[in-house]
Each structure stands twice: as C-alpha cells, then as structure tokens.
C-alpha cells in the first residue's frame, strides 16, 4: 500500500511539473502582444537584450510566470497545514483571518511610512498575519465549549470582517485607498525578480519546514489524544505549524495581494488523490497550487481581453461554490 501511494504520488508530482512548464511557456507567451513559443524560448536560453520581445520576456513575463507558481504553491500548503492542524475542512489563509491580518499591517505601513520598502511591506505582512492567526485562536478557545473547527471558522470571518473594515477606514482616511484596492483584487501585474527572490527565500524556509513536520501532521490530523498517546509534542507541532502558516501566506500575499481560496480547494483536491499522508498532501499541493494560479492568472487575461481581470476574482470564482459544497457538507476526515 505504501509502495502504491509512493508511485502514484511520484507520478502526480511529475506530470503536474509537466503541465507547469507547459503553462508557464502559455503565460509568457499570451499578453497584450502575444509572442511565438520559439521566440520565448529564445530569450530564456539565449538572451539578447537588444531584442525588444526578449526583454519583455525577461524583464516582465518570466518573473510574473514565476511568481504565479510560487504565490499558488506557498498559498497551497499554507491551507493544507491549517487544515492539518485545526482539523477543519474550512480552514484556509483567506478565511481564518490570516489574509486580512496581513492587509491590516500592510494598509498602516503605507499610511504611515509611505517610502516602505519591498522587504518592509513583507516583514509587515508577516507580523499582520500573526495578529489575524493570534485573534482566531484567542476568540476560538476563550468561546463556551473551547477550540472546535466550526468556532474556528466563525471566530476567523469575524475576525477577517473586523480586521478589513479598520483596514478600509485608514486607507480612506490616509489617502492610501486606491493602492490597497489593487492589492484585495489580487494580482500578478507589479511582480518582479526582486518578488521573485523573497518568494524563493521565504517559500523554501516555509516548505522545508513544513516537510519537517509532515508525518506529525499526519499524525495531528487523528486527533489530538492519538497524537498525545503516540507521545508527540502537540504544542510544538502547532506552533512550528502556524509559523509555516505565517511565513508562506505573508510572502505570498506582501507580493501578489488577497488571492483566495487556492488554499481551500487545493488541499482537498490532493487528499482525494493521495490520501491523507501529509507527507505527500505538502508536496503535492504546492505542484498543483502553482499550476492553478498559473491558469487563474491566464484566465485572467483572456476573460476580458485586452484588460485584466483581478485574478483574485478568478479564483473565488472556483472557490466560492467550493466553499458552500463543503460548509453544506457533512465534516470530512482530514
């Protein structure tokens, strides 16, 4: 049996690396002046920057096709570990107070040091997404009945909501309202390698970490007196699990805006492949997180072409039905 989830998974991490490649030669290629796959080729394996479309490659499309895959696959398995971990079907960034917390710190960056940095924005980010994760848990186990998922998941929206509304306030009243509104919309336009570089940094930390801790996942996901009795250490599991959380969905969001619900629906696609090993639902879920997004953002080009859609709109799109199938649902062993 083990052999079989080896080989099948192997084979998921594989072809789903294919597909990425492919999707990514289709991003760079498609835009405002589309550009031949021969000619994208071309500039990644031979650069000439006295080549306008070889530039645009380089300096524009590359880096966005990139960041697509890593914003997708760090979203991805930050969702999967909250859902491994608080052992609820709806737990994901967007939802648990997380994404709103790291607007939160982003809006009061901008409103009070305007000349903020890149790797200010993200440190920022980070510490707001703390302070979304700290608020869920303090609501959720201070509530009559202690930490329950379904508490989980209210105390997060009420948090999101809270969190948002003060979010909205400073931003109108700091004049830094239409610059927040590019980042709920979620998007990949303003990438660059400079975002490229904190993705690769913050995301290897971030999922290494998270490999890390894999099988106690597993073994979390049981429940919590299973894990006590096989003699695990819950609290340390949990809090190596939400600074994975914190460091993979602040980079992400920092550099690509509120994208919703990849960390959703990815984790429960890969655990109907896979199972319910972490081992390979962490893997698995970054591969096909990046290929979501990826096409979201393709998606995005095409719906209203030649302007953009938000590409965050594109992800709702497949996340907001998913979200009610399994809120309507009955709890699904994680």
């Known amino acids: ?58 300096e524009i499309r590359l880096p966005r096709a990139i960041g697509a895959v890593l914003v997708g696959a760090l979203l991805a398995v930050s969702g999967a570990v909250m859902q491994g971990l608080t052992r609820n079907p709806l737990a994901s960034p967007s939802i648990m107070g997380v994404t709103d917390g790291a607007a939160f710190a982003l809006v009061i960056t901008l409103a009070f040091f305007p000349a903020a940095t890149l790797l200010s924005l993200t440190f920022s980010s980070f510490v707001g997404a703390g302070l979304g994760v700290m608020l869920v848990f303090m609501i959720g186990a201070y509530s009559k009945g202690g930490l329950t998922p379904v508490k989980l998941a209210l105390a997060g929206v009420a948090v999101g909501a809270m969190l948002s509304a003060f979010s909205s306030a400073i931003a109108l009243h700091f004049q830094v309202a239409k610059d927040m509104s590019f980042w709920y919309a979620g998007g990949l336009t303003s990438m660059n390698w400079g975002s490229v570089k904190i993705l690769l940094v913050a995301g290897g930390l971030g999922l290494l970490l998270s490999m890390y801790i894999s099988r106690s996942i597993t073994i979390l996901s049981l429940g919590e007196e299973v894990s006590k009795g096989l003699g695990q250490n819950t609290l340390l599991v949990k809090s190596l699990g939400v600074i994975v959380v914190l460091v993979l969905t602040g980079a992400a969001v920092s550099v690509a805006g509120a994208i919703g619900f990849i960390g959703l629906v990815i984790p429960h696609i890969t655990r109907f492949i896979i199972g319910s090993d972490y081992r390979w639902i962490i893997p698995i879920s970054a591969v096909l997180g990046g290929l979501l997004l990826v096409l979201a953002d393709i998606a995005a080009r095409m719906v209203n072409a030649p302007f953009e859609t938000p590409v965050g709109a594109i992800t709702a799109i497949i996340g907001v039905p998913f979200f009610l199938y399994l809120a309507r649902g009955e709890r699904r062993g994680l």
């Open 1 to 58: 049996m083990k052999k079989r989830t080896s080989l099948k998974g192997t084979s998921v991490i594989i072809f789903g690396l294919i597909l990425i490649i492919l999707s990514m030669g289709l991003s760079i290629a498609y835009g405002a002046a589309n550009i031949k796959l021969a000619t994208v080729w071309e500039a990644v394996s031979h650069f000439n920057p006295d080549v306008t479309s070889h530039q645009i490659i380089q």
